[in-house]
């Protein structure tokens, strides 16, 4: 009898549970995570952008230190280092430097080997957690944890409970340390040309928090919010509005939204301060007015294209980029294909132009005003549409 009761109970749990409600448990429990990690780790604790009231802040260290056991200053520190050192040598977790296939396959372990670097931690790790618990009991015995995490799963689900226990210590090195760090910075689409290969990997930010929307993340660092199209969900940012709703949490920063005022005939300061301010906006506005011009002008363009073997997609990518960004191979092409077209060969160096706006700190608000309305009237009358209806809007910013 008691030999039956012990399998029973190797089979069952406590909770005999059927195989679709453990499903669901497993994915509970790991969204529960992946929450914690956004909202805590993330833009909490690595970039201020809220503040946690000691509930929610307590109950996301109890919770990852069972589900993952990351230590928060470990966690904050690598994080602060990747965003330092973007894409160079030094960055703990680049795809652009280390390769595709090391980042998304050992993501994890570049996390633990960078944990045990004492200069990142002491250069990066400040402001984290540094009371009784975090030294005596997260820190200390991170391994604690995640085996109280495996005891509750077999007590819970039996000898199942070991396969959810697997899936959960499994997902955050699967999708934070392998799909976040490693395709979020080689496919998929930019919102921004920010100053790294930061993409959102998808719209919608559920099943990884929000964390989706890792270009949205990268240009405007220490925002709240990680959507920024209409189209883009971040549930993250559902779940802090909630907990700000409670009284639980204080946003103290999001991603400036752009504000116009279309009866404006000229630029003004105030114009000036709200495009310095909002210049990722701009830039993308712009690249979009490339790309009407480039479908207006590609007809036109087929034989020079054709002749000296340009391909029309290489060519309208290059024209999108931001012309600081083009190495002198690419700038080499695009000069010679840009000798087929004037009207694209003005928009592209305007372009140029239209970046000292923010460049130049050294010119006094005046000067640059001047340069603004300079721009506006030269694009005005440039009888480039395309241009002219974005120097229309560029003047309405307010």
């Known amino acids: 009898m008691i030999l039956n009761a012990v399998l029973d109970f190797l089979s069952n749990g406590l909770t005999r549970a059927t195989g679709w409600q453990i499903v669901i448990y497993t994915l509970v429990v790991t969204h529960i995570t ?4 956004t909202i805590y780790l ?17 109950f996301f260290r109890f919770w990852l230190w069972m589900t993952t056991g990351m ?27 280390r390769g595709i296939s090391k980042v998304l396959f050992e993501g994890a372990e570049l996390y633990r080997a960078e944990s045990k670097n004492a200069q990142t931690m002491d250069k990066y790790g400040h402001g984290t957690p540094d009371d009784w618990l975090e030294h005596n009991l997260y820190t200390k015995h991170s391994a604690l944890g995640i085996s109280l995490m495996l005891i509750i799963n077999l007590a819970l689900f039996g000898i199942l409970g070991l396969s959810v226990w697997a899936v959960q ?19 998929g689409y930019r919102n921004y040309d920010c100053n790294d290969a930061a993409t959102n990997i998808f719209p919608l930010g559920i099943l990884i928090g929000g964390e989706e929307l890792h270009n949205n993340h990268h240009t405007f660092g220490t925002s709240a919010k990680l959507s920024s199209k209409w189209y883009e969900f971040d549930i993250g940012w559902m779940y802090i509005r909630i907990l700000e709703g409670c009284g639980l949490a204080k946003v103290k920063k999001i991603a400036p939204a ?45 034989d020079p294209l054709n002749a000296h073997g340009y391909s029309p997609r290489k060519v309208r990518k290059l024209l999108q980029k931001e012309p600081a960004k083009l190495a002198g191979a690419q700038k080499q092409q695009l000069s010679e294909f840009l000798a087929h077209s004037k009207a694209l060969k003005t928009m592209h160096e305007m372009r140029a132009e239209l970046s000292v706006l923010w460049d130049r700190s050294h010119s006094t608000s005046e000067q640059l005003l001047h340069q603004l309305q300079d721009w506006c009237h030269r694009a005005e009358s440039s009888g480039i549409r395309s241009l002219q209806e974005f120097a229309t809007r560029l003047r309405s910013y307010a």
């Open 71 to 97: 230590v928060t200053k470990q966690w904050a520190a690598i994080h602060r280092k990747h965003h330092a050192k973007c894409e160079t040598e030094e960055d703990p977790h680049s795809p652009i430097t």
């Open 34 to 37: 992946i929450a914690g990690v």
């Open 258 to 302: 752009p504000k116009f005022n279309r009866q404006k005939s000229v630029a003004d300061l105030e114009t000036l301060h709200s495009i310095v301010s909002n210049r990722y906006d701009v830039m993308a506005k712009y690249a979009k007015s490339i790309k009407h011009a480039w479908r207006e002008e590609v007809v036109n363009l087929r």
């Open 169 to 187: 210590m499994l997902w955050i090195p699967v999708t934070a340390a392998g799909i976040i760090n490693g395709i979020g910075h080689y496919w």
């Open 42 to 58: 993330h833009r909490c604790q690595a970039h201020r952008a809220l503040d946690l009231h000691a509930i929610p802040s307590h």
